[in-house]
């Protein structure tokens, strides 16, 4: 991907990624132990490798963002240029010292969701393991572009937040959503809300990103969620993240 600077107000997309998934990323993806399947089921292993082969080429990742200045912090609402707001107490304890919120909405596109719901016919084993993929991709996608925010932050000598997605401890998904798809139009990366707040392709995430001189760093993703202490991804989480940081 091309890397420049964020252009503020306006919805900006960011293209052209080039994610690396390795195998047990996609065992991860399906809810496995990736070392405890590579120990004792060579099959399961050996479906996902054919999963990885057949959809990398189905991934059309795409991120769409608007850079938002933040006006003032009032009420646990974040008051932002153009009216919008964001709003709940692990937003305002995050954002509270930012100069910009980034609002963005990141997605690996339809194709391979239309592939899975055709090879679950077929192949339920197969299936999964593609499903496996297009959580993996998703979410290394969004820890590609949490690098990319921080690397403008960085050029312009501000820091940048843990990311927040809505669902997170302190953050109510439904209101999260609404607010996230109230200030930017998914449309332009292809993602739809539903009335029941659920995104369409299924394999996308919304999240923001606070940026600022005085912001709090430090922590992880997997610090604000409620499955925090027994969620067996957690440590995937994190390295994707630490890679993320380190690009």
Same mark, same amino acid.
């Given at each position: 991907?091309?890397?420049? $600077?964020?252009? =503020?107000?306006? #919805?900006?997309?960011? !293209?052209?990624?080039?994610? !690396?998934?390795?195998?047990?990323? %996609? /065992?991860?993806? !399906?809810?496995?132990? *990736?070392?405890?399947?590579?120990?004792?089921?060579?099959?399961? %292993?050996?479906?996902?490798?054919?999963?990885?082969?057949?959809?990398?080429?189905?991934?059309?990742?795409?991120?769409?963002?608007?850079?938002? =200045? #933040?006006?003032?912090?009032?009420?646990?609402?974040? @008051?932002?240029? +153009?009216? +919008?707001?964001?709003?709940?107490? @692990?937003?305002?304890?995050?954002?509270?010292?930012?100069?910009? =919120?980034? #609002?963005?909405?990141?997605?690996?596109?339809?194709?391979?969701? =239309?592939?899975?719901?055709?090879?679950?016919?077929?192949?339920?084993? @197969? $299936? @999964?393991?593609?499903?496996?993929?297009?959580?993996?991709?998703?979410?290394?996608?969004?820890?590609? *572009?949490?690098?990319?925010?921080?690397? %403008?932050?960085?050029?312009?000598? /501000?820091?940048?937040?843990?990311?927040?997605?809505?669902?997170?401890?302190?953050?109510?998904?439904?209101?999260g959503q609404k607010e996230i798809f109230g200030l930017l139009d998914g449309g332009a990366a292809g993602v739809r809300l539903s009335a029941c707040c659920l995104m369409t392709p299924r394999k996308s995430l919304s999240l923001v990103v606070g940026l600022g001189k005085? %912001?709090?760093?430090?922590?992880? #993703?997997?610090?604000?969620?409620?499955?925090?202490?027994?969620?067996?991804?957690?440590? !995937?989480?994190?390295?994707l993240a630490q890679a993320a940081r380190e690009k």
């Amino acid at each position: 991907m091309q890397r420049e $600077g964020m252009a =503020a107000g306006s #919805v900006q997309l960011l !293209q052209d990624w080039r994610l !690396q998934i390795d195998v047990d990323m %996609v /065992l991860r993806g !399906q809810g496995a132990d *990736a070392g405890k399947m590579r120990a004792r089921n060579a099959r399961a %292993v050996a479906v996902a490798e054919k999963a990885l082969r057949e959809g990398m080429g189905l991934l059309d990742p795409r991120v769409a963002y608007r850079r938002l =200045a #933040v006006h003032a912090v009032r009420h646990e609402r974040v @008051l932002l240029e +153009g009216g +919008g707001a964001l709003s709940g107490p @692990l937003v305002t304890r995050h954002l509270g010292g930012a100069q910009w =919120a980034v #609002v963005a909405v990141a997605t690996i596109g339809a194709r391979l969701e =239309a592939r899975i719901s055709e090879t679950l016919k077929e192949d339920r084993a @197969l $299936g @999964l393991a593609l499903d496996g993929l297009g959580t993996a991709a998703v979410e290394a996608l969004a820890a590609a *572009a949490c690098g990319h925010f921080d690397e %403008v932050a960085l050029r312009e000598e /501000l820091r940048s937040t843990t990311p927040l997605s809505p669902g997170m401890s302190g953050w109510k998904i439904e209101a999260g959503q609404k607010e996230i798809f109230g200030l930017l139009d998914g449309g332009a990366a292809g993602v739809r809300l539903s009335a029941c707040c659920l995104m369409t392709p299924r394999k996308s995430l919304s999240l923001v990103v606070g940026l600022g001189k005085e %912001v709090r760093m430090g922590g992880e #993703v997997c610090d604000f969620c409620g499955l925090r202490e027994t969620c067996r991804h957690r440590k !995937q989480y994190e390295a994707l993240a630490q890679a993320a940081r380190e690009k």
